[in-house]
């Protein structure tokens, strides 16, 4: 074991001085113990605290080699984290790429009812026939392609899709097709690229940041639904489907140029501390074993019941709406693009505060809580009607802000159970199989709606779906067994941490 010299902690102190503090987790071979609680008091004017000694190394030359060094301007200070500026990216990204066309194409439903006589089950069938089809797509290649490529490859997918949706003469196979692309393009660029970035670049306020991200979807959703009753009462419902499409491609020079998988790639760190936290270190688990681990299945449960009950509910609110007495077409209208943007602006107070929530208290309590306020909304859609018009408004704010943290909390409650590494497979296994929940639970819902000519007994159906799910969140254990078995031989090797 080497000696460790007055002057050899000097030397490295003045090697690795970062501002004004120095790195509390640098590696040195051979320092005593003493050392370590104490290592200098005074250097150059500047106060030292908090030293430990996390990891060996053979010598300083060493320990320059295995430390990544921190990105500095030219003026030599050390850069601001990067990590906000790929939120705000994100917002953007995010809220194109799934805020407008998913919350907007039910808009254009009743459009396709009247202009090509189809019934409503089969349009609605379109998004649960594509979301089975593409079910290979996340687990076969999202975890290969990077969060950039995929949001530009998605986009561009979702684009294409919503031209075809423009052209269409009343072909239902042709749908059905362009509906497979747009999921596709859904799939790459939607949720799992934006819950993979904000993951790996922040950890102690992961929540908040991804409750940021999210405001996106919720921001440009609402903008969206204004644009696109404003563009069909216009120039039609086949130019507003083709403005859709051509807003997608303004993220391609911003996922292109603005946005970083790994904050590695930039020499910093997540939540741009000078250490990497120890979930990084984690290597990712198999698919094998997410599979045969208990609470992967609780949360797929529960995720798939909440997402199959808003998707019904997104899906069938205007159709809801005309059976409660809304029959003038501008008048649905309007009751439609209210409760809408009324969804998606409470929706960013739900994922602003839930995310806050989620990084103070624990993450399993705040998404049982969400799960069961997401129930209790169903029963208020049903209350909305000509005569009772202040009930859309209480519908609207509280549905759309139980809506908002409900998606979020599904990448981040991933992550805590199955480790940052693991959360691509996670969630590429996760997204497809609740996107058939979210698609096929709002079919069944048409199926029993022509049934009984009236919403009152499918919507019953999805209250009682939406309490499964969240019945299942609360037979979760806090932290996944999985990741205390991993966590388990690297808190032995690093007892200061």
């Known amino acids: 074991m080497k000696v460790f010299s007055w002057e050899l902690s000097l030397h490295l102190l003045k090697h690795f001085r970062i501002s004004r503090q120095f790195n509390q987790h640098c590696f040195v071979q051979g320092l005593p113990v003493v050392l370590r609680l104490h290592l200098i008091r005074r250097f150059k004017q500047e106060v030292v605290t908090q030293f ?130 747009y999921t596709v393009g859904y799939i790459f660029s939607g949720p799992i690229p934006h819950q993979i970035l904000v993951s790996h670049w922040f950890q102690k306020k992961r929540g908040r940041a991804m409750g940021i991200v999210y405001v996106g979807v919720g921001l440009f959703g609402a903008l969206g639904s204004y644009f696109v009753k404003i563009m069909t009462d216009r120039y039609g419902f086949q130019t507003a489907l083709m403005a859709v499409g051509g807003l997608m491609f303004i993220t391609w020079p911003l996922a292109l ?65 005309r059976d409660a007495g809304f029959s003038d077409q501008k008048v649905l209208n309007a009751t439609w ?57 209480v519908f609207a704010v509280i549905f759309g802000f139980s809506m908002g943290a409900d998606y979020m909390l599904i990448p981040l409650m991933a992550a805590e159970q199955f480790g940052v590494n693991t959360l691509a497979r996670a969630m590429a296994v996760i997204l497809p199989i609740n996107t058939i929940g979210q698609t096929w639970c709002p079919y069944f819902v048409s199926a029993i709606r022509e049934q009984r000519q009236n919403y009152v007994a499918p919507m019953m ?29 690297s808190t032995a090797q690093a007892p200061g941490d």
Not at 461 to 488: C, D, K, N, W
């Open 52 to 181: 430990s000694i996390l990891q060996v190394g053979d010598s300083v030359s060493d320990i320059t080699n295995s430390m990544p060094t921190p990105t500095k301007s030219a003026a030599g200070t050390k850069s601001l984290f990067y990590g906000w500026l790929i939120v705000a990216t994100a917002v953007v990204t995010f809220g194109i790429s799934v805020g407008i066309p998913y919350y907007n194409l039910p808009f254009f439903y009743d459009y396709f009812q009247k202009a090509y006589g189809w019934e409503l089950k089969q349009i609605t069938l379109g998004f649960p026939v594509a979301a089975l089809l593409t079910l290979w797509v996340g687990p076969l290649l999202i975890p290969r392609i990077s969060p950039r490529k995929l949001i530009v490859a998605g986009t561009g997918l979702t684009a294409l899709a919503f031209f075809g949706f423009s052209a269409m003469t009343g072909s239902l196979p042709l749908y059905f097709a362009l509906y497979f692309l």
């Open 257 to 321: 140029f603005l946005l970083k998988d790994k904050p590695g790639e930039i020499g910093q760190y997540p939540d741009g501390l000078s250490f990497a936290p120890a979930d990084v270190k984690l290597p990712p688990q198999s698919f094998v074993r997410l599979l045969r681990s208990k609470t992967f299945w609780l949360l797929l449960l529960g995720s798939i019941c909440s997402i199959g009950s808003i998707g019904s509910i997104n899906m069938h609110m205007k159709f809801v709406f």
């Open 337 to 393: 693009a209210t409760a809408s943007a009324l969804i998606l602006f409470s929706s960013i107070a739900g994922r602003l505060s839930i995310g806050y929530f989620a990084d103070v208290f624990s993450k399993k309590r705040v998404m049982t809580a969400t799960y069961f306020i997401v129930a209790a909304t169903i029963p208020l859609l049903l209350a909305v009607s000509p005569a009772r018009p202040s009930m859309v408004y």
């Open 461 to 489: 159906v999805v209250f009682g779906i939406a309490m499964l799910g969240a019945l299942a969140i609360t037979m979760m254990p806090r932290q996944s067994p999985l990741l205390e078995r991993e966590e388990e031989p």
